[in-house]
């Protein structure tokens, strides 16, 4: 077979991706024909700069979907190392392709012959497992103190302030370096975080039922049942490994690779400080507001107050700055496997296929630039969201 020319392979890579161009038209018809009954979701669509952030996102979040969950993208076994492919540029004709195999190496092969395309393909599962999901624990984390050190303020503030000022004072990828060290890991202080760390929105879920429903017994003892219980297995799960040094319970319904659970406390870690100074200087703000003060008078509790009146009046620059770190976390991700920390090495992550790619950059550019755009292309969508859902809350 002939090596397939530019124009051939970047309509075979838009085939590849036709499973992602339809959800993403179903997914903007149906926001479309609804967005004034979905809030500040469905403004969103009249902003033409969050659309165009909104759209970057979800391309790569229904990648990961169609090719992590589905497999029906990728094109070749992301660790699969075909005889004559090492280095080849994109196009190839497949040496030895059998009956059933992808006949051409869309992007081209890396130094270990392996598929381009499909690892840039697979490499947004990991970022898209792991960024949303760590963001929203370190948000779990920032809210839970971040409330009562604004509203209460004194001495619990001091405490909480100068915990998290000591936590930023260290250079990010410096943490990050000595969290990921083997020689921490061995301690099992990644594990002793991951307990502590991953309680906050077991404990966020349960303060915030119980202050809607105190007055009603019932109903508050049903929902934290049905909340906590299943929060509680998972957690169990989530922190439990057997054969390691946090093996405490007789639960554990699933095991997360170790290289995963580090890297996710770490980013939980070091992102949590930064949204405890966001919530806590919105707390300060808001508190002094005539619907707090109303509140007050009514004789409401102090955590409802914080959950239930103070908290949905700061959504918009939570929701921005959500959007953002999700952005800085991806960013952060990259920078880890560039330097090799934390995942497997074999991990088709962006920013270990960039590292690989980057030492044969004069002559082959492709195994590191299509990563390289596809980071780029993530990070740029969540800035424009962040944008566009900043613009949008501005006008409410």
């Not at 599962?125 to 604004?150: D, E, K, R």
């Not at 991951?194 to 404990?203: A, E, T």
């Not at 039922?209 to 508050?220: A, D, E, G, L, M």
């Amino acid at each position: 077979m002939e090596p397939l020319s530019w124009g051939a392979i970047i309509t075979q890579i838009f085939l590849q991706f036709t499973p992602v161009w339809i959800s993403l038209v179903l997914l903007f018809v149906v926001s479309i024909m609804y967005k004034r009954k979905l809030g500040l979701y469905g403004k969103l669509f009249d902003s033409t700069v969050g659309m165009i952030g909104f759209a970057l996102v979800m391309f790569w979040v229904f990648t990961a979907l169609f090719s992590g969950v589905f497999d029906m993208i990728s094109t070749h076994d992301p660790l699969a190392q075909v005889s004559g492919m090492k280095n080849k540029l994109p196009g190839t004709p497949l040496r030895g392709a059998e009956e059933g195999d992808y006949p051409h190496y869309l992007l081209g092969g890396d130094k270990l012959a392996r598929d381009v395309f499909t690892r840039m393909v697979l490499g947004s599962s990991v970022v898209i497992a792991i960024a949303p999901l760590a963001t929203i624990f370190a948000f779990m984390v920032g809210i839970t103190l971040g409330l009562p050190a604004g509203y209460y303020g004194g001495r619990l503030d001091t405490i909480l302030s100068f915990a998290a000022n000591l936590i930023l004072a260290f250079p990010v990828i410096l943490l990050f370096y000595l969290l990921v060290t083997p020689e921490i890991i061995e301690t099992g202080l990644p594990q002793f975080m991951g307990v502590v760390l991953f309680l906050f929105p077991l404990i966020f879920a349960g303060v915030l039922i119980h202050s809607r429903f105190r007055t009603q017994p019932n109903k508050n003892m049903f929902w934290l049942a049905v909340v906590l219980i299943p929060m509680a297995i998972l957690y169990l799960s989530l922190t439990n490994e057997s054969g390691t040094k946090v093996d405490f319970s007789p639960i554990d319904l699933f095991d997360i690779p170790a290289g995963t659970l580090v890297v996710f406390v770490s980013v939980v870690f070091v992102n949590s400080p930064t949204v405890f100074r966001i919530v806590r200087g919105l707390v300060l703000d808001i508190k002094t507001r005539d619907y707090v003060a109303a509140a007050q008078t009514r004789g409401e509790r102090p955590w409802y107050i914080m959950l239930w009146e103070i908290l949905p009046n700061a959504r918009g620059p939570l929701i921005v700055d959500f959007c953002l770190r999700i952005g800085y976390t991806t960013i952060l991700l990259g920078t880890l496997g560039f330097f090799g920390l934390g995942l497997p090495p074999e991990s088709p992550d962006w920013g270990s296929t960039i590292n690989e790619g980057r030492k044969l950059l004069s002559i082959y550019l492709h195994p590191a630039l299509t990563p390289a755009f596809a980071l780029l292309s993530l990070v740029l969508g969540l800035n424009l969201l962040a944008d566009g859902l900043r613009e949008e809350s501005l006008r409410d």
